[in-house]
């Protein structure tokens, strides 16, 4: 049955960015006794599960995927306060995504 982890560890966790003391101080432990907890919460598996978990997510790249792309041209191009010019570009990538502008070829 997997461990649950103490709100403490959770910020430990979260504030954990390679140096254990500063994390165990930062999640709430005593500084007299941070340097002996952080190293300790460094050797539990399923603390280092969980940085490892959150490093691996930290560290994917930030893609937008195609809806995300669309909703931004879409606010690009209804902003009224924005250039013309970047507006009509925006609409322009817009359509495009969508195909918008493909040429059909017919066979003779």
């Known amino acids: 049955m997997p461990t649950r982890l103490s709100h403490k560890q959770k910020r430990f966790i979260d504030f954990y960015k390679g140096n254990a003391t500063e994390a165990a101080i930062e999640a709430g432990y005593?500084?007299?006794?941070?340097?002996?907890?952080?190293?300790?919460?460094?050797?539990?598996?399923e603390i280092i599960k969980e940085i490892q978990n959150r490093n691996m997510r930290e560290s994917m790249p930030k893609i937008?995927?195609?809806?995300?792309r669309q909703e931004f041209?879409?606010?690009?191009m209804n902003d009224?306060?924005?250039?013309?010019?970047?507006?009509?570009?925006?609409?322009?990538l817009l359509g495009k995504s969508e195909a918008d502008f493909?040429?059909?070829?017919?066979?003779?």
Do not use: F, H
């Open 64 to 68: 937008a995927n195609r809806q995300q």
């Open 30 to 45: 005593s500084v007299k006794t941070a340097y002996s907890i952080g190293q300790e919460n460094l050797k539990k598996p």
């Open 73 to 76: 041209w879409s606010s690009v």
């Open 102 to 108: 493909t040429e059909k070829l017919l066979e003779m």
């Open 80 to 92: 009224v306060e924005v250039d013309l010019s970047v507006r009509l570009r925006a609409s322009e």
